[in-house]
């Protein structure tokens, strides 16, 4: 299999929001192939995140991330990394020294920890609609290095399945970045007008080279007089990537210098979700017994079925966005609310993706 991307995929169990069990492919860091088990540092870090020899990439079903792939394919006596690995650390604090700078930034995450679910594996959120993090929850930490291979951080989709449909992830900042965009560091400047810190996610194809679509997220972005970026877990919605065979991530600033970015390419990420294509179609082919037009919709959907029940409308992220009953016959529902985006439309045993 060629293996040459640049990043890291990642998927995880939102719940059965399909007609058929297992549509959804999620990624479960505590279930891992390769290595059996992930051990880690005092620090939080996985402890063969500097091994160049037995780890290019780690392995979990459905999921291969690259790991130190440069083109040295060296950690350089254990001092650097590239690509992924995996951290329970969840430190937010600023450890900037009296160099600027603190390599212990690497393995923490500004949300505080990785995504707390519930007994479904939906993503848990506060009540002001925050997904909660929690310190020992395995995450991911992705570092792009500009020097190296171009497509260092990879994410490759395994199994018979392939091609999934995208459906989206989670995105963290790293605190080493976070740090530096507001007060610099011995490599970096502060953040100032026009600056960017922005994350691409490339779809990839059969032959595992670019389909030609792109996702972009800006982790940082100092604009009218003020830098803005989260400390949240944030979704990403990954369904213009289309179908896909994996991803492949690039990190992009505006502080450069001959020998590259200034700016520290961490981010983090977590609960990446493709969709498996049903059999004899395409994933967005979800057979159901219930007719939804228009599709495309601008305010409203008409739902036509032969039983009454419970409509429930979920965001990829697997969140219920609106809930309302239906009658035998054609009903109409009112979905003005819902921000422009992909659904998907569950009723009873079946489901069916709705788009605004």
Known sequence: MKRFFTFLTIAFLTGNLYANPGDTITLDLSKSLN?????????????????????????????????????????????????????????????????????????????????????????????????????????????????????????????????????????????????????????????????????????????????GKVVEYTLAEFTDGALRQSRDWEWVDLSDLGEVYGFYFTVETTDMDDWGANTATYFCMDKLQVLKKSEGGNANEVITNINVYPNPFTDHIVVNTTAAGIATIYSLSGSAMLSVNLENGSNRINASMLPKGVYILKYNDNAVKIIK
Do not use: C
């Open 35 to 211: 290595p059996e088990t992930f051990t880690f540092t005092p620090e939080g870090y996985w402890t063969e995140t500097y091994n160049e020899t037995d780890y290019t990439f780690f392995d979990f079903e459905h999921f291969s991330f690259s790991h130190l792939i440069d083109r040295e394919g060296s950690s350089w006596g254990g001092t650097t990394w590239n690509g992924f690995t995996v951290s329970i650390s969840g430190d937010s604090a600023n450890h900037l020294s009296e160099y600027g700078w603190d390599f212990s930034n690497q393995w923490g995450n500004m949300a505080g920890g990785g995504i707390k679910t519930d007994e479904n594996g939906y993503a848990v959120k506060d009540e002001d609609g925050k997904v909660v993090a929690e310190q020992g929850i395995p995450y991911l930490i992705a570092f792009y290095s500009d020097w190296s291979m171009d497509h260092n951080l990879q994410t490759i989709l395994t199994g018979d399945e392939a091609p999934y449909e995208a459906i989206g992830m989670y995105i963290n900042a790293s605190p080493w970045p976070y740090y530096s965009n507001l007060y610099g560091d011995g490599f970096a400047r502060a953040f100032e007008e026009g600056d960017y810190l922005k994350v691409f996610i490339h779809g990839l194809d059969e032959n595992h080279e670019d389909n």
